[in-house]
Protein backbone atom coordinates (compact mmCIF):
# COMPACT_ATOMS: atom_id res chain seq x y z
CA UNK A 1 0.00 0.00 0.00
CA UNK A 2 1.45 3.31 -0.85
CA UNK A 3 1.74 5.88 1.48
CA UNK A 4 -1.36 8.04 -0.23
CA UNK A 5 -3.57 5.08 -0.18
CA UNK A 6 -6.39 4.87 2.11
CA UNK A 7 -7.52 1.99 4.07
CA UNK A 8 -11.37 1.22 3.15
CA UNK A 9 -13.97 1.15 5.49
CA UNK A 10 -14.72 -2.63 6.44
CA UNK A 11 -17.73 -4.13 5.13
CA UNK A 12 -20.46 -6.54 7.40
CA UNK A 13 -18.32 -9.62 5.60
CA UNK A 14 -15.12 -8.30 6.67
CA UNK A 15 -16.58 -8.06 10.69
CA UNK A 16 -18.18 -11.38 10.27
CA UNK A 17 -14.60 -12.71 9.00
CA UNK A 18 -13.51 -11.70 12.35
CA UNK A 19 -15.20 -14.48 14.73
CA UNK A 20 -12.56 -15.89 17.26
CA UNK A 21 -9.97 -13.26 15.90
CA UNK A 22 -8.80 -10.59 17.23
CA UNK A 23 -11.24 -8.75 19.40
CA UNK A 24 -13.54 -6.44 17.39
CA UNK A 25 -13.24 -2.83 18.64
CA UNK A 26 -16.50 -0.44 18.83
CA UNK A 27 -18.00 2.68 20.31
CA UNK A 28 -21.29 4.67 19.85
CA UNK A 29 -20.33 8.40 18.67
CA UNK A 30 -23.58 11.03 18.07
CA UNK A 31 -21.59 14.18 16.31
CA UNK A 32 -19.03 14.17 14.02
CA UNK A 33 -16.04 15.22 16.12
CA UNK A 34 -16.70 12.02 17.86
CA UNK A 35 -16.61 10.03 14.99
CA UNK A 36 -13.52 11.58 13.58
CA UNK A 37 -11.60 10.69 17.04
CA UNK A 38 -13.17 6.81 16.48
CA UNK A 39 -12.24 6.65 13.16
CA UNK A 40 -9.76 3.95 12.23
CA UNK A 41 -9.62 3.15 15.53
CA UNK A 42 -12.96 1.79 15.84
CA UNK A 43 -13.83 -1.72 13.29
CA UNK A 44 -17.17 0.06 13.40
CA UNK A 45 -18.93 2.90 15.12
CA UNK A 46 -22.30 2.36 16.31
CA UNK A 47 -24.67 5.17 15.96
CA UNK A 48 -26.42 4.18 19.14
CA UNK A 49 -30.53 5.65 20.20
CA UNK A 50 -28.94 5.71 23.49
CA UNK A 51 -28.37 9.45 21.48
CA UNK A 52 -31.42 10.40 23.10
CA UNK A 53 -30.42 9.93 26.84
CA UNK A 54 -27.38 11.14 26.11
CA UNK A 55 -27.66 14.06 24.30
CA UNK A 56 -31.14 15.14 25.00
CA UNK A 57 -31.82 14.29 28.32
CA UNK A 58 -34.89 11.48 27.16
CA UNK A 59 -35.61 9.26 29.92
CA UNK A 60 -35.15 6.61 27.90
CA UNK A 61 -34.15 5.15 24.02
CA UNK A 62 -38.11 4.77 23.55
CA UNK A 63 -38.92 8.23 22.35
CA UNK A 64 -36.00 8.40 19.61
CA UNK A 65 -37.51 8.87 15.94
CA UNK A 66 -36.02 7.80 12.74
CA UNK A 67 -35.44 11.69 11.97
CA UNK A 68 -33.30 12.25 14.95
CA UNK A 69 -31.09 9.02 14.07
CA UNK A 70 -30.67 9.38 10.76
CA UNK A 71 -29.48 13.62 12.00
CA UNK A 72 -27.02 12.04 13.97
CA UNK A 73 -26.44 8.81 11.55
CA UNK A 74 -25.48 11.81 8.89
CA UNK A 75 -23.25 13.93 11.06
CA UNK A 76 -21.19 10.75 11.90
CA UNK A 77 -21.12 9.12 8.38
CA UNK A 78 -18.92 12.77 7.47
CA UNK A 79 -16.63 11.72 10.36
CA UNK A 80 -15.89 8.40 8.84
CA UNK A 81 -13.51 7.66 6.25
CA UNK A 82 -11.95 3.88 7.79
CA UNK A 83 -14.46 2.82 10.19
CA UNK A 84 -17.71 1.23 8.90
CA UNK A 85 -21.20 2.53 10.01
CA UNK A 86 -23.80 0.99 12.03
CA UNK A 87 -27.24 2.37 12.66
CA UNK A 88 -29.86 1.65 15.23
CA UNK A 89 -33.55 1.28 14.36
CA UNK A 90 -35.37 3.29 16.65
CA UNK A 91 -38.31 1.78 18.57
CA UNK A 92 -41.45 1.79 16.38
CA UNK A 93 -40.28 1.68 13.35
CA UNK A 94 -39.64 -2.42 12.83
CA UNK A 95 -41.55 -4.08 14.90
CA UNK A 96 -45.09 -4.08 13.10
CA UNK A 97 -43.92 -5.94 10.32
CA UNK A 98 -41.20 -7.07 7.85
CA UNK A 99 -42.40 -4.64 5.28
CA UNK A 100 -42.26 -1.81 7.77
CA UNK A 101 -38.93 -2.80 8.90
CA UNK A 102 -37.48 -2.88 5.34
CA UNK A 103 -38.91 0.52 4.45
CA UNK A 104 -36.93 1.85 7.56
CA UNK A 105 -34.02 -0.14 7.23
CA UNK A 106 -33.55 1.14 3.89
CA UNK A 107 -34.40 5.09 4.67
CA UNK A 108 -31.75 4.62 7.44
CA UNK A 109 -29.02 3.39 5.05
CA UNK A 110 -29.79 5.72 1.93
CA UNK A 111 -29.80 8.69 4.40
CA UNK A 112 -27.09 8.26 6.38
CA UNK A 113 -24.46 6.19 4.41
CA UNK A 114 -24.88 3.22 7.12
CA UNK A 115 -23.09 0.01 6.15
CA UNK A 116 -25.61 -1.92 8.57
CA UNK A 117 -28.29 -1.42 10.51
CA UNK A 118 -29.42 -2.47 14.41
CA UNK A 119 -32.19 -4.17 16.04
CA UNK A 120 -33.31 -5.82 19.33
CA UNK A 121 -34.77 -8.85 19.64
CA UNK A 122 -34.22 -12.56 19.48
CA UNK A 123 -36.74 -15.25 18.09
CA UNK A 124 -39.32 -12.95 17.51
CA UNK A 125 -37.29 -10.76 15.23
CA UNK A 126 -35.82 -13.79 13.47
CA UNK A 127 -38.09 -13.69 10.39
CA UNK A 128 -37.73 -10.24 10.00
CA UNK A 129 -34.19 -10.26 10.38
CA UNK A 130 -34.52 -12.75 7.69
CA UNK A 131 -36.55 -10.47 5.42
CA UNK A 132 -33.87 -7.67 5.47
CA UNK A 133 -31.10 -9.65 4.56
CA UNK A 134 -32.39 -11.38 1.47
CA UNK A 135 -32.91 -7.69 0.33
CA UNK A 136 -29.55 -6.86 0.72
CA UNK A 137 -29.90 -4.52 4.31
CA UNK A 138 -26.87 -6.20 6.72
CA UNK A 139 -28.38 -6.72 10.16
CA UNK A 140 -26.46 -6.83 13.32
CA UNK A 141 -28.82 -8.11 16.25
CA UNK A 142 -28.80 -7.49 19.99
CA UNK A 143 -30.27 -9.64 22.41
CA UNK A 144 -30.03 -9.60 26.39
CA UNK A 145 -31.41 -6.45 27.89
CA UNK A 146 -32.72 -4.72 25.14
CA UNK A 147 -32.97 -0.78 26.28
CA UNK A 148 -36.51 -0.42 24.00
CA UNK A 149 -38.31 -3.06 26.01
CA UNK A 150 -37.37 -1.80 29.51
CA UNK A 151 -41.05 -1.24 30.25
CA UNK A 152 -41.61 -5.14 29.59
CA UNK A 153 -38.24 -6.18 30.80
CA UNK A 154 -39.39 -4.44 34.07
CA UNK A 155 -35.55 -2.25 34.27
CA UNK A 156 -32.08 -2.41 33.57
CA UNK A 157 -31.67 -5.96 35.07
CA UNK A 158 -29.38 -8.62 34.06
CA UNK A 159 -30.88 -10.69 31.63
CA UNK A 160 -30.13 -14.67 31.12
CA UNK A 161 -29.46 -15.92 34.86
CA UNK A 162 -31.25 -19.60 36.07
CA UNK A 163 -33.50 -20.92 33.59
CA UNK A 164 -33.38 -17.68 31.34
CA UNK A 165 -29.74 -18.99 29.80
CA UNK A 166 -31.44 -21.25 27.29
CA UNK A 167 -34.18 -19.16 26.10
CA UNK A 168 -31.20 -16.30 25.22
CA UNK A 169 -28.94 -18.90 23.67
CA UNK A 170 -31.86 -19.99 21.77
CA UNK A 171 -32.40 -16.38 20.65
CA UNK A 172 -28.46 -16.18 19.98
CA UNK A 173 -28.93 -19.29 17.57
CA UNK A 174 -32.01 -17.62 16.00
CA UNK A 175 -30.38 -14.83 14.76
CA UNK A 176 -27.39 -16.27 13.36
CA UNK A 177 -29.84 -18.76 11.75
CA UNK A 178 -31.67 -15.62 10.32
CA UNK A 179 -28.36 -14.32 8.44
CA UNK A 180 -26.94 -11.86 11.31
CA UNK A 181 -23.76 -10.85 10.53
CA UNK A 182 -22.88 -10.15 14.58
CA UNK A 183 -24.80 -9.72 17.57
CA UNK A 184 -25.22 -7.59 20.80
CA UNK A 185 -25.12 -9.61 24.01
CA UNK A 186 -25.95 -6.39 27.02
CA UNK A 187 -25.79 -7.24 30.13
CA UNK A 188 -25.70 -10.93 30.51
CA UNK A 189 -23.67 -13.00 32.45
CA UNK A 190 -20.18 -14.28 31.84
CA UNK A 191 -20.53 -17.67 31.50
CA UNK A 192 -23.50 -17.60 29.70
CA UNK A 193 -21.82 -14.95 27.16
CA UNK A 194 -18.63 -17.35 26.92
CA UNK A 195 -21.21 -20.43 25.94
CA UNK A 196 -22.84 -18.15 23.28
CA UNK A 197 -19.36 -16.91 22.00
CA UNK A 198 -18.17 -20.40 21.63
CA UNK A 199 -22.32 -21.45 19.99
CA UNK A 200 -22.78 -19.78 17.30
CA UNK A 201 -20.81 -18.85 13.97
CA UNK A 202 -21.20 -14.99 14.15
CA UNK A 203 -19.33 -12.56 16.37
CA UNK A 204 -20.58 -11.84 19.80
CA UNK A 205 -20.18 -7.65 20.83
CA UNK A 206 -20.58 -7.57 24.01
CA UNK A 207 -21.26 -4.81 26.52
CA UNK A 208 -21.82 -5.61 30.35
CA UNK A 209 -20.80 -9.50 29.20
CA UNK A 210 -17.33 -10.88 28.77
CA UNK A 211 -14.18 -10.28 28.05
CA UNK A 212 -14.47 -13.80 25.75
CA UNK A 213 -16.94 -11.88 23.11
CA UNK A 214 -15.22 -11.80 19.53
CA UNK A 215 -15.80 -7.75 20.63
CA UNK A 216 -16.31 -4.81 22.57
CA UNK A 217 -18.56 -2.19 22.61
CA UNK A 218 -19.56 0.96 25.11
CA UNK A 219 -21.09 4.28 25.07
CA UNK A 220 -18.49 6.53 24.18
CA UNK A 221 -19.92 9.54 26.58
CA UNK A 222 -19.56 7.13 29.10
CA UNK A 223 -16.20 5.42 28.61
CA UNK A 224 -14.40 9.40 28.58
CA UNK A 225 -16.75 10.04 31.55
CA UNK A 226 -18.63 12.59 29.50
CA UNK A 227 -21.99 11.17 30.49
CA UNK A 228 -22.03 11.29 34.40
CA UNK A 229 -26.10 10.94 35.22
CA UNK A 230 -25.22 7.34 36.28
CA UNK A 231 -22.72 4.80 35.30
CA UNK A 232 -23.43 1.27 34.71
CA UNK A 233 -21.30 -1.38 36.50
CA UNK A 234 -19.81 -2.22 33.35
CA UNK A 235 -18.65 0.95 32.42
CA UNK A 236 -14.95 1.97 32.53
CA UNK A 237 -13.96 5.44 32.78
CA UNK A 238 -10.56 5.68 30.63
CA UNK A 239 -11.22 9.62 30.95
CA UNK A 240 -12.86 11.96 32.91
CA UNK A 241 -13.63 14.66 30.49
CA UNK A 242 -16.80 15.55 32.68
CA UNK A 243 -14.73 16.61 35.56
CA UNK A 244 -12.89 18.49 33.27
CA UNK A 245 -14.99 20.04 31.36
CA UNK A 246 -16.90 21.56 34.75
CA UNK A 247 -13.54 22.72 36.10
CA UNK A 248 -12.67 24.39 32.79
CA UNK A 249 -16.27 26.53 32.62
CA UNK A 250 -15.68 27.28 36.62
CA UNK A 251 -12.25 28.44 34.95
CA UNK A 252 -13.94 30.66 32.44
CA UNK A 253 -16.71 32.11 34.34
CA UNK A 254 -14.25 33.71 36.98
CA UNK A 255 -12.16 35.27 34.84
CA UNK A 256 -15.01 36.63 32.56
CA UNK A 257 -16.45 38.24 36.45
CA UNK A 258 -12.79 39.24 37.10
CA UNK A 259 -12.29 40.57 33.54
CA UNK A 260 -9.17 39.19 32.93
CA UNK A 261 -10.62 36.96 29.71
CA UNK A 262 -10.53 38.67 26.91
CA UNK A 263 -7.01 39.26 27.29
CA UNK A 264 -4.89 41.05 25.07
CA UNK A 265 -4.40 38.73 22.67
CA UNK A 266 -7.94 37.87 21.91
CA UNK A 267 -9.19 41.11 21.15
CA UNK A 268 -8.67 42.96 17.90
CA UNK A 269 -7.11 46.37 17.80
CA UNK A 270 -8.87 49.73 16.21
CA UNK A 271 -6.65 50.31 13.31
CA UNK A 272 -5.61 46.88 11.16
CA UNK A 273 -1.44 46.14 11.37
CA UNK A 274 0.47 47.63 8.60
Not at 116 to 145: N, S
Not at 200 to 212: D, Y
Amino acid sequence: MSATARKSAPMPQDILARKGGTPLVSLTAYTTPMAQMMDGICDFVLVGDSVGMVLHGLPSTVGVTMEMMILHGKAVRRGLTTSMLVIDMPFGSYEESREQAFRNAARLMAETGAGAVKLEGGREMAETIAFLVARGIPVMAHIGLTPQSINTLGGYKVQGRGEAAQGLKDDAQAVADAGAFAVVLEKTPEGLSNDITAQIPIPTIGIGASAGCDGQILVVDDMLGLFTAFKAKFVKRFAHLGDDGRKAIEAYAEEVKARSFPGPEHVFADEAPK
